[in-house]
T-cell receptor
Framework: AQKITQTQPGMFVQEKEAVTLDCTYD???????LFWYKQPSSGEMIFLIY??????QNATEGRYSLNFQKARKSANLVISASQLGDSAMYFC???????????FGTGTSLTVIP | KAGVTQTPRYLIKTRGQQVTLSCSPI?????VSWYQQTPGQGLQFLFE???????NKGNFPGRFSGRQFSNSRSEMNVSTLELGDSALYLC????????????FGPGTRLLVL
């Protein structure tokens, strides 16, 4: 089974500062996708950003960017200009190109401090 | 466009009972996947359906089953409930299969007493 590792159980960041959430993965597949989701206390998983393994550019979506280092098998999420509403759990997920089975990391709890 | 909807949102059952959870995907989405989320095990894949066919199944006992209808709506059933089945059950839909972004519903919180 694929292994997705998020080593930061909890992170704190000052409002308006940038923060990086780490994610590493272990796979021998050549074609795969990496996703980040946000889960507020309400429970719903909110899609943030996607990176394909063959994408040469790092993905960006508004204040979210994905620092993709294929050789290191890492896909870190960078949130710029943190807002209080960014406080939530953040999950990294991996998917092969042949199915929709996502493998999730254990998540990072982010707290934004005013 | 309406998002993924799940019913019911909350459920309390007792051990030994069975439960059926429902998921309506985003309009036009043909793939539905189910996940179980618990504090101890995290997010675990249950099943994946596409065009009424189960494509993948996670490592769960046979008490967990599901199906998908011709309108892409999906149901999952858990029979002979155990205390450990208490969890948040999340449904996700996507247009197709293969690295497709999955959009999640609000989940069903199941408590087994």
């Amino acid at each position: 089974a694929q292994k997705i590792t998020q080593t930061q159980p909890g992170m704190f960041v000052q409002e308006k500062e940038a923060v990086t959430l780490d994610c590493t993965y272990d796979t021998s597949d050549q074609s795969y996708g990496l996703f980040w989701y946000k889960q507020p206390s309400s429970g719903e998983m909110i899609f943030l950003i996607y990176q394909g393994s063959y994408d040469e550019q790092n993905a960006t979506e508004g204040r979210y960017s994905l620092n993709f280092q294929k050789a290191r098998k890492s896909a870190n999420l960078v949130i710029s200009a943190s807002q209080l509403g960014d406080s939530a759990m953040y999950f990294c997920a991996w998917a092969t190109n042949t199915g929709n089975q996502f493998y999730f990391g254990t998540g990072t709890s982010l707290t934004v401090i005013p | 466009k309406a998002g993924v909807t799940q019913t019911p949102r909350y459920l309390i059952k007792t051990r030994g009972q069975q439960v059926t959870l429902s998921c309506s995907p985003i309009s036009g989405h043909r793939s539905v996947s189910w996940y179980q989320q618990t504090p101890g095990q995290g997010l675990q894949f249950l099943f994946e359906y596409f065009s009424e066919t189960q494509r993948n199944k996670g490592n769960f006992p046979g008490r967990f089953s599901g199906r998908q209808f011709s309108n892409s709506r999906s149901e999952m059933n858990v029979s002979t409930l155990e205390l450990g089945d208490s969890a948040l059950y999340l449904c996700a839909s996507s247009l197709s299969v293969g690295q497709e972004t999955q959009y999640f519903g609000p989940g069903t919180r199941l408590l087994v007493l």
